[in-house]
Each structure stands twice: as C-alpha cells, then as structure tokens.
C-alpha cells in the first residue's frame, strides 16, 4: 500500500515558479514509478511528468517540456515537481500517483493523492 501526500502548491504569477512534493508511505515507493497529472475545472486530469523507479528516467508532456522538471529523493519517500516560467494555462489542481509501470494512461495508476492547487495569474 502506498499513501502519497502532495503539498507546494498555491498562487503565483505568470512567469514565476513553483515546486511541489509529493510525499510517500508505503514500503513499496521506490518499486513505483510516480507521476504527477494535473486537471483544470471541466478538463480531464492529463499526465504532465513521470519519474522511472530509480529516476534515471523521465517523461513529460509537451505543453511543459522545458519549463518543468521531475526529481525524486527515495531515502525521503518525496518526488518533487519544479515548475518555472508558469503559464496562467497550467492553473489545475495537481495530482501525484504511482503505479508498478510508466504510462500517461491515468487508469494505469493505482495510488493517488489528494491533489494541490496551483493557481497562476495573469
């Protein structure tokens, strides 16, 4: 079982930065791969960035690539989301989830947390 706690969160002008944490219980977090999705009101939740086991390896969607980068420290159970020249576009609540393999599919993901709102303004 694993219990994911995301925090970081908050408002921030256009331009400036954010980093969130997504903070993990559970025995099993470093066999996870763990990922961050995001959803806007009346949007589906969309995959944003994912980090390999290890975090050797990392995946993100296009609309951040570049402005955007994943980490994760597994002797603290945290991955972290650094997120830089925000967009008021990339205003969500934003979610961390983990699963045994990487996918952008959100069914695939079988643990998630409570969600953080980022909130960017013009």
């Known amino acids: 079982q694993v219990q994911l706690v995301e925090s970081g969160g908050g408002l921030v002008q256009a331009g400036g930065s954010l980093r969130l944490s997504c903070a993990a219980s559970?025995?099993?977090?470093?066999?996870?791969?763990v990922a961050w999705f995001r959803q806007a009101p009346g949007k589906e939740r969309e995959f944003v960035a994912a980090?390999?086991?290890?975090?050797?390896?990392?995946y993100y969607a296009d609309s951040v690539k570049g402005r955007v980068t994943i980490s994760r420290d597994n002797a603290k159970n945290t991955v972290y989301l650094q997120m830089n020249s925000l967009k008021p576009e990339d205003t969500a609540v934003y979610y961390c989830?983990?699963?045994?393999?990487?996918?952008?599919?959100?069914?695939?993901?079988?643990?998630w947390g409570q969600g953080t709102q980022v909130t960017v303004s013009s």
């Open positions: 989830a983990a699963a045994r393999f990487f996918a952008k599919d959100v069914g695939i993901y079988n643990y």
């Open positions: 980090t390999s086991t290890s975090g050797s390896r990392t």
């Open positions: 559970g025995s099993i977090f470093s066999t996870n791969t």
